[in-house]
């Protein structure tokens, strides 16, 4: 049905007249958008079935990566992609008068993720698919993902997402491949024939039901499976509850992304959501090797469950859970096959995201699972004891299970076999600092694996133009093996290249000023420095930095009219979780002074500041390739490595950072000309957070551009804010400026000032921006998990 226009069209209108009953000319973009997605569904069927049917004969180990978040954007654009298909497929609608990109335009982003942590999971399946290698995800199907962000006067309101409202036309629904999930109730524990069998009774039964999205290779016949599951009630009804609380409560599971755990409530429904992923998931990977290979005493050497970040490691307890009450297997068989199946990333240092559930919710709501943590914690701990004797502070530390909670990150190294970090810097962080003491008990679980992205989305697919000139440079080969980008070093400083790149980008810039104004009425300077930071709203990442400098900026233009910058447009787009209130106050903080400096006929015409609502994949895609400065300013040894730095430097942008996270590995790629580092490293902080010193009084004090720009957070400056930023000004002074936003404010104004310079000699930036292209090759998905291919899940191609 792709093989030619012609074709094309006659089944497009045939199919779209049959889903429809209704003539072509009467069809609305969404008709169309469901016939053409269907169409492609349809299309790749036979891989998707082959693809399975290729690893039952070949008896292949697979990985299943469970991730509480998937990120994935549009997808009809990138399957039209990867087919080969897209030209045929824009040629025919052209022809029938219909514009590819109008249809693009009206599917919704699936909300099934928030930032970084969901995209990677997004951008790995990409990868695993088009390296033929046999890998799933697992997720949750949520109905309302994360939530809509609307700004009103300048704060955020979070509005429920309704990207299923009309359906998703990549979703199989398989309800004959339900698995049934117990909360609540409790463990009746009997002997049979010597051995102590336990049996959950009364519990709470929740219907897992999936529904299945291919993920489909670039250039392969691969087409792996992303898994999703919807918690619906079960055909048994608890008793105790009335029919419609047990019906909300159940639905509620898989409605929303990360619900509010400020209180009990949102803390157990959060607990119910990872147990639901893990259960379904694993019930789902065992039904299917029985169905093979009859039992599971071979599970580890076919299977690999990989857990992504700490949602999911209730794996572990719920894999000892089917060996040892389903499989009837003693505790060192289950357990070996266990820790020979379970790998885990972590993705962050910082403790208050290494998840703990106190004993009084967790113990109630999954009673057996309790049971083999506690079992777990108790062998653990002895094995402790008879490794370091007398030493209780250490093993106190060290416990999976201690002051009335269950740390999951404890559990997560001492049941897996495999414990990596996602940038040089934060696995040697974890191995010396946070995980030290895991790491003396096992340094053979620990390794690093640098985050890396898709370049087929966020270069090919998002930024046409640059990926035909690079194409035109250096022929195709990149796209499928991004490494020979580093043959466009050879370009950076021909001329005629470096114009050729200076058109895409003011060509980027275009399109996204176009849809800045569209989105906020604001006309900004396409011939401007657009500024960029986009990533989630986390005081760590340091949005209030680049906003001080940004006011200091706006008063210097006040106040000296000998003054001027080269125009600048700083451009943010940030999602701040609903219960983090000092991050909605940056919110507001951003958009006031927005308010303020565009509205400003003294100083508009040099400075202006956009806060694009909703950022999303979608909004994205347009926002990276736009970009010629790439904020990645997080307080050093905080950001664990970050992928949107790598997606910035790989549409061409030069990034101002510090040393954190993978900052460092493109500062080793590109070079120290060819980036703009400042600020204090990830051993100065962590010194001054082990030995203190830091006093942030004194900075404020003796630098007056910084007392101007935090006195002007509480003295009206912001008319229409009141006292909303007084958080904020308490967080710098009273609170002592935990980030460390004032100590390094200085070195930052002085590196953008450097950034003004170096960018108003147009031949240098250009050579810079061609080199970082050239260089992000090293960071594309292919080889972050070619790596984890090799060295963490012994996986190989199927071809």
């Not at 082959?50 to 009809?76: C, H, M, P």
């Not at 339900?178 to 039964?205: C, M, P, Q, Y």
């Not at 970040?309 to 289950?334: C, F, K, N, Q, Y």
Request: net charge negative; proline share 3%; with cysteine.
């Amino acid at each position: 049905m792709f093989s030619n226009k012609e074709e094309f069209k006659m089944v497009f209108l045939r199919r779209l007249e049959m889903m429809y009953g209704k003539r072509f000319e009467e069809s609305t973009v969404r008709d169309q958008y469901h016939t053409l997605g269907n169409m492609v569904r349809e299309y790749i069927s036979q891989d998707w079935i082959r693809t399975n049917e290729r690893s039952r004969a070949k008896s292949s180990k697979q990985v299943y990566y469970l991730s509480i978040e998937f990120l994935l954007g549009r997808l009809l654009g990138s399957n039209l992609l990867n087919l080969g298909i897209r030209d045929v497929v824009e040629k025919g609608l052209k022809e029938l008068g219909i514009d590819l990109e109008e249809i693009e335009e009206s599917e919704a982003d699936a909300g099934l993720g928030n930032g970084g942590l969901g995209r990677l999971a997004a951008c790995f399946l990409d990868s695993l698919a088009s390296l033929n290698l046999p890998g799933h995800g697992c997720g949750i199907r949520y109905k309302h993902g994360l939530f809509d962000q609307k700004i009103v006067d300048g704060y955020q309101v979070e509005l429920p997402e309704q990207w299923l409202r009309h359906g998703n036309v990549w979703e199989v629904r398989k309800e004959d491949l339900a698995i049934e999930v117990n909360f609540w109730g409790k463990v009746e524990v009997s002997n049979e024939g010597g051995r102590l069998v336990f049996r959950h009774t009364d519990s709470e039964k929740v219907t897992a039901v999936p529904y299945d999205m291919p993920v489909i290779g670039y250039g392969t016949k691969t087409v792996n499976t992303l898994r999703l599951w919807s918690a619906e009630p079960s055909k048994t009804f608890p008793k105790h509850k009335s029919i419609m609380q047990y019906k909300r409560e159940t639905e509620a599971i898989s409605e929303f992304l990360y619900p509010d755990d400020t209180h009990d409530e949102g803390k157990i429904l959060r607990l119910k959501q990872q147990y639901f992923l893990v259960a379904a998931s694993v019930g789902s990977i065992v039904r299917a090797h029985r169905r093979q290979y009859g039992n599971l005493s071979n599970l580890h050497k076919h299977v690999a469950i990989h857990v992504n970040d700490t949602h999911p490691v209730l794996a572990i307890p719920e894999l000892m859970r089917v060996l040892l009450d389903e499989e009837g297997m003693s505790w060192e068989d289950a357990w070996e096959i266990t820790t020979n199946t379970v790998s885990y990333t972590n993705h962050t240092t910082l403790s208050e995201a290494l998840e703990k559930w106190p004993i009084h919710i967790f113990q109630p709501l999954l009673p057996r699972i309790y049971m083999i943590v506690e079992e777990i914690n108790e062998r653990f701990c002895r094995g402790l004891w008879n490794k370091y004797p007398g030493e209780w502070k250490r093993i106190e530390d060290m416990a999976i299970i201690a002051h009335g909670l269950v740390k999951m990150a404890h559990l997560a190294v001492v049941g897996s076999y495999r414990v990596n970090g996602v940038a040089k810097l934060h696995s040697e962080i974890l191995k010396k600092r946070e995980m030290k003491q895991f790491y003396e008990v096992f340094p053979q679980k620990f390794n690093n694996k640098t985050n890396g992205i898709t370049h087929r989305r966020w270069l090919l697919k998002a930024n046409p133009q640059l990926a035909s000139l690079i194409t035109e440079a250096i022929g195709a080969r990149w796209i499928q093996r991004p490494e020979t980008l580093l043959d466009l070093t050879s370009y950076a400083s021909d001329r005629s290249f470096q114009r050729a790149l200076a058109k895409v980008k003011q060509q980027r810039k275009a399109i996204l000023a176009k849809r800045i104004y569209e989105q906020t009425g604001i006309a900004v300077d396409e011939s401007s420095i657009f500024d960029v930071q986009v990533k989630r709203l986390h005081a760590y990442k340091r949005q209030l930095l680049n906003v001080l400098h940004i006011m200091y900026l706006y008063n210097r233009l006040k106040e000296d009219s000998s003054f001027s910058i080269y125009p600048r447009t700083f451009i943010f787009g940030a999602k701040a979780s609903p219960g983090y209130y000092y991050a909605k106050r940056i919110i507001k903080l951003i958009n006031s002074l927005a308010e303020k400096v565009n509205h400003d006929p003294q100083t508009n015409e040099q400075l202006k500041v956009i806060f694009l609502e909703n950022y999303r994949v979608s909004l994205a895609e347009d926002i990276f390739p736009a970009a010629d400065i790439s904020e990645q300013i997080s307080t050093a040894s905080k950001e664990a490595s970050g992928t949107g730095n790598m997606k910035f430097m790989m549409n061409g942008a030069i990034t101002i950072g510090t040393m954190d996270g993978a900052n460092i590995e493109i500062f080793e790629e590109v070079g120290k000309e060819n980036i703009f580092i400042f600020g204090l490293t990830a051993e100065e902080v962590l010194n001054y957070y082990q030995n203190g010193g830091y006093r942030s009084h004194e900075y404020y004090h003796h630098d007056r551009r910084i007392k101007q720009v935090v006195d002007q957070l509480v003295n009206g400056f912001f008319p229409d804010a009141h006292d909303h930023f007084e958080p904020i000004y308490d967080s710098l002074l009273m609170q002592n400026d935990e980030y460390f936003v004032l100590r390094d404010f200085a070195d930052y104004a002085e590196t953008q000032e450097k950034i003004s310079e170096v960018y108003q000699d147009r031949e240098k930036w250009m050579e810079m921006s061609a080199i970082n292209i050239a260089h992000s090759g090293h960071f594309s998905s292919d080889r972050t998990i070619q790596e984890y291919a090799n060295e963490i899940w012994d996986i190989h191609p199927l071809i």
